[in-house]
């Protein structure tokens, strides 16, 4: 049943991912309410998906890098519809479909069995630690759309070309004040990811910090967070400062990701 209907969450992103990248070069108020449609219906099925998996295993599949690669992009999906909710900005599903398909794809090529949680991991701060961690990257990974996004607008308004995406695309200000609000909801879900990480080593492994690759890689990448929102409230970095350095951060999140959740390395490989 959850292959199938994982399949389908699939097949619906694509779809969607499909119709926003038409929309980049076909303005079209329905191709936008396909793109919601599609990537609605991916949701929908995506959370029953996961949900099925839940009531299977017992605990949150979360724990295998399929389902790890899974679970991101269902939280990116999530924050999405969240941030569009608030501020329905033109053009982001085309940054953000092509990214959850991609996760959506890769997972789809990892082993899925339902595996039992190892006793390491029976403990109540795993499901807390990890859902704050996934939605902390979310928050980060649309900071790293909308980034992309004003480095485009910019472009337009620097070169005079008003033309193309530059009235489709949301003001520079706009843009700037989303990139900063989304880092100050990731930043603190981070903090939080890594604050429970600990309580959760010293009780799975007697220490609270066991210098593993994803522990050092997390460190990183709230310290880089961290410099970020230093430097915009201190030194007044913003626009394409605030846009580069979103998109660096968010960089070290995916080396993070891929290179140990998939390569398998360090004492956060659940298998």
């Given at each position: 049943m959850?292959v199938l209907s994982?399949?389908l ?8 991912t499909?119709v926003?990248?038409t ?5 079209s108020?329905?191709?936008a309410r ?12 995506h959370?029953f ?6 009531a299977?295993?017992g ?6 890098p399929?389902e790890?690669?899974s679970?991101?992009a269902?939280?990116v999906?999530?924050i ?9 900005v033109?053009?982001l599903?085309?940054c953000?479909?092509?990214?959850v398909?991609i996760?959506m794809?890769s ?6 069995e339902i595996?039992?949680?190892?006793p390491?991991l ?6 807390i ?6 939605l ?7 900071a790293?759309?909308i980034?992309v996004?004003?480095?485009?607008q910019e472009?337009y308004?620097?070169s005079k070309?008003l ?11 706009t ?8 880092i100050t909801?990731g930043?603190?879900l ?13 009780s ?7 210098w593993?690759?994803?522990e050092?890689w ?8 961290a410099?970020i ?5 201190v ?12 998109i660096?951060?968010f960089?070290?999140?995916l080396?993070a990701f891929f290179?140990i ?9 659940f298998l």
């Amino acid at each position: 049943m959850d292959v199938l209907s994982f399949e389908l969450a699939l097949t619906c992103y694509f779809a969607a991912t499909i119709v926003s990248i038409t929309e980049l070069f076909k303005e079209s108020k329905i191709t936008a309410r396909i793109t919601t449609a599609f990537a609605g219906l991916g949701f929908a099925i995506h959370t029953f998906t996961i949900v099925y998996r839940y009531a299977v295993a017992g605990h949150i599949p979360i724990i295998s890098p399929h389902e790890a690669t899974s679970f991101f992009a269902w939280c990116v999906v999530f924050i999405f519809f969240l941030l569009q909710l608030r501020y329905k900005v033109n053009l982001l599903a085309s940054c953000v479909m092509p990214m959850v398909f991609i996760l959506m794809l890769s997972s789809s090529m990892l082993p899925r069995e339902i595996k039992p949680l190892s006793p390491v991991l029976q403990s109540h701060w795993l499901e807390i630690h990890i859902v704050l961690a996934f939605l902390g990257n979310a928050a980060f990974a649309l900071a790293f759309g909308i980034g992309v996004m004003y480095l485009v607008q910019e472009h337009y308004v620097k070169s005079k070309n008003l033309g193309g995406l530059f009235g489709r695309l949301p003001s520079l200000q706009t843009l700037d004040e989303i990139n900063y609000r989304l880092i100050t909801i990731g930043f603190p879900l981070l903090t939080l990811a890594i604050i429970t990480g600990v309580f959760w080593a010293e009780s799975a492994w007697g220490s609270y910090w066991n210098w593993d690759p994803r522990e050092v890689w997390s460190l990183i990448t709230w310290f880089i967070y961290a410099i970020i929102l230093h430097a915009r409230l201190v030194a007044g970095w913003r626009g394409r400062r605030a846009a580069f350095l979103s998109i660096a951060g968010f960089l070290t999140i995916l080396i993070a990701f891929f290179g140990i959740t998939l390569l398998e390395k360090g004492l956060h490989v659940f298998l």
